[in-house]
């Protein structure tokens, strides 16, 4: 099983001024977030929203453990995104992915990690030659004219930022990797517990090993919600 919890934007809030209290603060919500889910939904649904990319890279670097998917927000720009995923997918082990309401939008994102691919990089310094280029691709979208290249930076194509589709039904395509009802997914700190994802390959999709019980003082999210993936 994948237990999934969504935090919104006021408890994340809440999350950055724990943070600051220092150190002992922040190693206490990294171990709460670490035991109390696999996988954390970031923001709300709806209404205007900040950029939770930076919530999730302030909680990457106080777990150990736990998957964060931040909500696009709006009027963010899909190379934007996808460098700075890529870029907390390096530093924190694919322990990052992106979440959004629109197929195009996501496929747009993974394209862009798809256009430098890591492995493009020769580095033959007696050869003069620091990279395949010609497997380099340039990316162009009419609802994005501003893109006109690659991704600025490689990313290793066997090993992307997960990307989630937010719908109440559908399918994953070949640039979605799954599809989560997000309403259906539990508030951090409610009743409910953590919703579950009953499919096996939930915890692959996320770059899950197997799975591990609650620790020892962690908060009681008993898990009664369940989700599907789709």
Known sequence: MTRLLRVDDATLAAFALRSGAGRASRSALGAELDAAADV????????????????????????????VVPIIAARQHPVN????????????????????RAAEELSLISQLWESWPLDTIIGDAEAGVYVDD??????????????????????????????????SSGVAGARV??????????????????????????RAVFGLGPSVPFAVGAPAFSGSGRLDQV
């Open 81 to 100: 995104l996808a460098r700075v995923a890529a870029t907390l997918s390096n530093l924190h082990g694919r322990r990052v992915g992106l979440a959004g």
């Open 134 to 167: 010609s497997r380099i691709v340039r990316i162009s979208d009419s609802e994005h004219p501003m893109i006109g290249g690659p991704l600025t930076l490689p990313v290793d194509v066997h090993d992307k930022p997960v990307t989630v589709l937010l719908a």
């Open 40 to 67: 954390l939904l970031l923001g709300d649904l709806d209404g205007v929203s900040p950029d939770r990319t930076a919530a999730a890279a302030a909680l990457l670097a106080i777990t150990r453990r736990v998957v």
């Open 177 to 202: 990797d799954i599809v989560l009802d997000a309403a259906a997914v539990p508030m951090w700190g409610s009743d409910g517990g953590a919703a579950e994802a009953s499919t096996g390959g939930a």
